[in-house]
């Protein structure tokens, strides 16, 4: 038998290398439509899922589209909003990007279907005035253009790296439709001027507190005589602190579907739950540092737990408060076509409960990471002594704008809470620099002081921009569906 030629074997090769490049540039182009594809995917199981319950009854395809526009605005909430909870974890190295997604996946759809969403106003947190908008055809065209318009805006925010608040974006959304519908007499603008004080008041007081709970931990921990015997202390003291905060607001919003409560209780509740939770801490802490190195090192490993469990308890606090921004305009929605008429509040089914509840979590594993990173270690650099101080500032400062009555945004507190850790680490690096130079007697130039920034500026001016934008923009592309809605139905 003849042996082939030798060129015929290179040929062959060459062949199946050119295959095997094929097939590698065919997954790589694959990969990144692999997530949409699964997304798409949830959207239209939530709109079957919509007409199998829906059925024949009268309206049922207007609750099969609002059904997959509310899927599609769940996805995007876990997509965006998701990140300020645990990026500050990931970004101290206290969570794996794996182990946050799967903690933030379960505990926002716990916090959604057992503490979130038990009544919403239709009209979303009262923006629109009472009986603004009379006609139910109105009002569902109205609402689907709000939560599409939100939810597109969110896709935008978060295709470019920005973490917006997705209460303003729901917010926006209905401001734009209902001006449209009815005219600019539709909007309650005292509550619009609230929402717009609350830009300036969510990311300040997180600031603020952080940095006061970092510039703490810096006196009294990191930089005592003996930091073990300093953190068995104080270590205990911020755990019952942050207990105590969560009880107090998870009090707020679980309880009052049992029974109403006053912010009074509610404090107390958080009282006994903090005392409880520092004295089961002690010997926790006691026994964690028990042949630890007195260095700043060694205080990373105390912080770590409680900055893992504080986390997971943000995410439950944001599924029972954000699922609303998903699933409130889609009960309205149901609402209306179901009863044929408008009311100041609705319950919400538990169909559509589930809906929001795991597309946030749909939305944040497949979504999530890109943001998640940039929380977490794109704007300054997180320990996990600063990422508890921003995990702790939020949970006090939705309590602190509850008690004054003030709409906050998770996002903002929490975005503005690293921002305030940020430039707290700046202000106490340049005050350092300053005493070290008087003492050489050789002052540090401004040019080398420059280059020591902690906070990137760049990631600032996205983030106020978007900010700044997010309810116009939100606004004006509602109002555009509205028109092309109405339109298509009249």
């Not at 097939?23 to 079957?48: H, Q």
């Not at 805006?153 to 926006?172: F, K, M, Y």
């Not at 006196?219 to 009880?247: E, S």
């Not at 009074?264 to 005392?275: E, F, S």
């Amino acid at each position: 038998m003849a042996t082939p030629p030798v060129n015929q074997w290179k040929t062959l090769d060459k062949d199946l290398g050119r295959i095997g490049r094929l097939e590698e540039a065919t997954m790589f182009v694959s990969r990144p439509l692999v997530a949409p594809g699964i997304a798409l995917a949830f959207i239209v199981l939530a709109g079957i899922a919509a007409a199998i319950l829906m059925g024949s009854q009268p309206g049922a395809l207007i609750v099969i589209a609002a059904a997959a526009i509310g899927a599609y605005m769940a996805l995007n909430i876990g997509a965006n909003d998701v990140a300020n909870n645990m990026g500050p974890a990931v970004g101290a190295n206290a969570l794996t990007l794996g182990g946050a997604l799967i903690i933030a996946a379960v505990f926002e759809t716990a916090g959604a279907l057992i503490a979130g969403g038990d009544v919403v106003k239709t009209v979303s947190t009262g923006i629109l005035a009472p009986g603004a908008v009379t006609d139910s055809a109105h009002f569902v065209w109205a609402m689907m253009a709000a939560l599409l318009a939100a939810a597109l805006w969110l896709n935008l925010a978060t295709a470019v790296g920005a973490p917006v608040s997705t209460t303003h974006s729901i917010v926006g959304g209905v401001v734009g439709a209902g001006i449209v519908a009815a005219g600019f007499g539709a909007v309650n603008w005292s509550a619009m001027g609230t929402i717009a004080l609350s830009w300036v008041v969510s990311p300040v007081l997180g600031g603020i507190i952080a940095a006061i709970f970092l510039a703490f931990i810096k006196a009294n921990i990191m930089y005592a005589d003996d930091k073990i015997a300093a953190a068995r202390r104080w270590v205990p003291v911020l755990i019952g602190i942050m207990a105590g905060a969560f009880a107090a607001y998870l009090a707020i919003k679980g309880l009052k579907r049992v029974f109403s409560i006053s912010m009074t209780h509610a404090l107390l509740i958080g009282l006994a739950a903090g005392v409880i939770s520092w004295a089961a801490s002690v010997p926790l802490i006691r026994r964690q540092s028990e042949g630890l190195e007195n260095r700043k090192k060694s205080l990373k490993k105390l912080f770590s737990i409680p900055l893992v469990v504080s986390a997971a308890l943000l995410s439950f606090a944001h599924g029972a408060n954000d699922v609303a921004n998903a699933v409130g305009p889609l009960a309205a929605v149901v609402h209306a076509v179901e009863a044929g008429d408008i009311t100041d509040k609705v319950g919400i089914p538990i169909w559509v409960m589930v809906v929001g509840a795991l597309g946030i979590s749909v939305g944040l594993i497949l979504f999530g990471p890109k943001l998640i990173r940039l929380v977490g270690s794109e704007i300054t650099k997180l320990n996990p002594m600063r990422a508890y101080c921003v995990a702790l500032s939020a949970a006090i400062t939705v309590i602190v704008a509850s008690w004054l009555g003030l709409p906050v945004s998770s996002t903002h507190i929490a975005v503005g809470a690293i921002f305030g850790v940020g430039f707290y680490r700046e202000w106490h690096a340049e005050r350092r620099v300053r005493q070290l130079g008087l003492q050489k007697g050789k002052p540090i130039p401004p040019e080398e002081r420059s280059r020591r920034l902690l906070v990137r500026r760049s990631h600032m001016l996205t983030v106020a921009a978007a900010w700044i934008i997010t309810v116009p923009a939100s606004a004006g592309l509602s109002a555009l569906l509205y028109m092309l809605l109405n339109g298509l139905a009249g």
